[in-house]
């Protein structure tokens, strides 16, 4: 597969604990947050969003939480396994804007 | 992969050749979306379409254009391929602008 990002920063994590991934946006206007997931020769995949008037929202393993006094957002990853191993990227979407704004992403390497 | 097709997935061509990839889509989503994907940067917008025949400029358009005849087909031209294009190029729809995107799988573009 295609290399994502030579020098992205890298989270190693033992298989079965938690995972934590940060990101800073950028935009204060951003109301709309997403996580993708990419994994080697794929294109990104949606995992899950939270809206500006949320701070915190859960999915099947996932939860997103949202800081937006210092514009920080973190996905959780529970039980971390060998298949979450890709890299990770925040997007926002500033109020009424067409475009996303994604960060550089984060890889998630798996110990086994 | 939500119901999009990019074409070709590898192509190696030489300086100063045209090239056109392909995006189909079979979710009748208004919204397409080509981006290039370099080691470093992360995902950059080159443009995308809102409508048949609609299109806008994103961040790195330079050297690029783009047609979009039919709903389901957006089509990225690059009239005279340079080596600095050299790069995984993704497409993406969403329904609506603001709205999560979903993404092709990629093509991988060397210009030697």
């Known amino acids: 597969g295609e290399s994502v990002g030579l020098h992205l920063p890298t989270l190693s994590v033992q298989e079965g604990d938690n995972s934590i991934i940060n990101c800073a946006y950028s935009?204060?206007?951003?109301?709309?947050f997403i996580w993708y997931k990419q994994e080697s020769g794929k294109g990104p995949q949606f995992i899950i969003d939270i809206r500006s008037n949320m701070d915190k929202r859960q999915g099947q393993r996932v939860t997103v939480l949202l800081n937006k006094t210092v514009k920080h957002l973190s996905l959780q990853i529970a039980a971390t396994q060998p298949g979450d191993s890709a890299v990770y990227f925040c997007a926002e979407i500033p109020n009424r804007d067409d475009k996303i704004i994604f960060g550089k992403g984060t890889r998630l390497h798996i110990l086994p | 992969d939500a119901g999009i097709t990019q074409s070709p997935r590898h192509k190696v061509t030489e300086t100063g050749t045209p090239v056109t990839l392909r995006c189909h889509q079979t979710?009748?989503?208004?919204?397409m979306y080509w981006y290039r994907q370099d080691p470093g940067h992360g995902l950059r917008l080159i443009h995308y379409s809102y409508g048949v025949k609609d299109t806008d400029k994103g961040e790195v358009s330079d050297g690029y254009s783009v047609s979009r005849s039919k709903t389901e087909d957006f089509l990225l031209t690059l009239e005279s391929a340079t080596s600095s294009q050299t790069s995984v190029y993704f497409c993406?729809?969403?329904?609506?602008?603001?709205?999560?995107?979903?993404f092709g799988d990629g093509t991988r573009l060397s210009i030697l």
């Open positions: 935009n204060s206007a951003s109301d709309y």
């Open positions: 979710e009748n989503h208004r919204y």
């Open positions: 993406a729809i969403s329904e609506q602008g603001g709205q999560p995107q979903h």
